[in-house]
């Protein structure tokens, strides 16, 4: 059988107890998964799930105490990794709730700062930089500064910087939480488009169930801690779609109160 793009395999994470003899917290046990290339999977659970605590054990930015992570076959997270330091991984693009934009840098300069890091801040990059940002709006902008965009506009530019940055896999978490919901249902068209036209594999974590199906192909329900996968849909809705009209497409309402049956 063909490894799949990721796995994960039978992971378990705790926090140390705060008070002396008492029990470990097992925020998540038992959580088995796997992600195909090119795959576009949403995440779906409740509040305090781990649902961020499972990215960052994706991400590399903390480990599992016990099971393991494997990219393409190769274990990239176990209770024996060393942690890495926040979306700096060549392989695993990492979009958080906030959007980390450095305020003292122009819109532009933000977006190409991963590339600097890894000295590919060229006239390739710029250009293509410049074609990313035309495509969600933001062409004219690239000389503003972060605290001059609106809460949408920096989200775009957020998620322009992880995909010029080009990893194969990017992990996604809540980006779009806290816009109003016009401003949401464009970063979700210009998420769609952009998508379509590179086909990255994406793992994206959200609280609405609409927009868990309007976007994945398909949709993992996460239960109560200790968290496991409690349910897994394929999304058919064919493609491209209309984030507007997806709600009354067939299908979408059953599918809607399935899910939300589970995640209750
Ligand atoms: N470093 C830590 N030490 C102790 N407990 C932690 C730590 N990190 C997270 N937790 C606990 O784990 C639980 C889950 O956190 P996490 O942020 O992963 O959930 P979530 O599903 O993303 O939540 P939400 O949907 O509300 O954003 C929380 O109750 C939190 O208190």
């Excluded at 074609?131 to 062409?139: D, P, S, T, Y």
């Excluded at 972060?146 to 989200?155: F, I, T, V």
């Excluded at 896999?169 to 068209?189: N, V």
Aim: hydrophobic fraction near 40%; aromatic fraction near 6%; charge should be neutral.
């Amino acid at each position: 059988m063909e490894e799949p793009l990721l796995r994960v395999q039978d992971v378990g994470k705790f926090f140390p107890p705060r008070e002396r003899n008492a029990q470990p917290f097992w925020i998540i046990r038992g959580l088995t998964f796997t992600v195909a290339e090119g795959e576009f999977v949403t995440m779906i659970g409740p509040s305090g799930a781990g649902k961020s605590t499972l990215l960052n054990l994706i991400a590399q930015v903390d480990t599992p105490s016990e099971g393991e992570i494997a990219f393409r076959g190769r274990t990239i997270s176990s209770p024996r990794s060393t942690v890495l330091r926040p979306g700096f991984d060549r392989q695993i693009g990492y979009v958080t709730q906030e959007d980390n934009l450095l305020p003292w840098r122009t819109t532009l300069d933000n977006v190409l700062f991963p590339l600097e890091l890894r000295g590919g801040a060229d006239a390739q990059g710029r250009a293509r930089a410049g074609e990313l940002m035309a495509a969600v709006g933001l062409a004219g902008f690239e000389r503003h500064y972060p605290h001059e965009l609106s809460g949408g506009m920096r989200k775009r530019c957020a998620l322009i910087r992880t995909l010029l940055y080009d990893p194969p896999i990017i992990l996604m978490d809540e980006p779009f939480g806290a816009l109003d919901a016009q401003t949401r249902a464009q970063l979700q068209e210009d998420l769609l488009r952009l998508w379509s036209m590179r086909r990255k594999t994406i793992i994206f974590v959200t609280h609405d169930i609409a927009e868990a199906i309007v976007l994945g192909d398909r949709t993992l329900i996460l239960s109560r801690p200790p968290t496991r996968i409690a349910g897994a849909h394929s999304i058919a809705l064919p493609r491209p779609r209309d984030v507007h009209a997806a709600a009354r497409q067939e299908g979408f309402a059953a599918l809607h109160d399935a899910i939300r049956e589970q995640v209750r």
